[in-house]
Nanobody
Framework: QVQLVESGGGLVQPGGSLRLSCAASGIFFSISAMGWYRQAPGKQRELVAR???????RYADSVKGRFTISRDNAKATVYLQMNSLKPEDTAVYYC?????????????WGQGTQVTVSS
């Protein structure tokens, strides 16, 4: 059974930091590229950070230099360190494989974790 459980979101002031975590089970985590996605109200979900099984990373231009993705294969967990947060980073953040895990023909998504950047 696939499970992706995100945590660590919250309300933070502009310029602040948060660290998100995602515990994965039911997937071949250690050999999968993993990503952090986000979806803001009225917008499509977008991939903001990606890490390969070997640790190579890639970021969306909007978060480059501020966000850092990392992974712990022993714990089947992926992290997103977010610094210098901006109001436009407000969204629900999800982790998933890249491409996303498919269950019964549909992309599987966890519940996500809300990040709100506001003064």
């Amino acid at each position: 059974q696939v499970q992706l459980v995100e945590s660590g979101g919250g309300l933070v002031q502009p310029g602040g930091s948060l660290r998100l975590s995602c515990a994965a089970s039911g997937i071949f985590f250690s050999i999968s590229a993993m990503g952090w996605y986000r979806q803001a109200p009225g917008k499509q979900r977008e991939l903001v950070a990606r890490i390969t099984s070997g640790g190579r990373t890639r970021y969306a231009d909007s978060v480059k230099g501020r966000f850092t993705i990392s992974r712990d294969n022993a714990k089947a967990t992926v992290y997103l360190q977010m610094n210098s947060l901006k109001p436009e980073d407000t969204a629900v953040y999800y982790c998933n494989a890249d491409p996303p895990v498919v269950v019964r023909g549909y992309d599987y998504w966890g519940q996500g974790t809300q990040v709100t950047v506001s003064s």
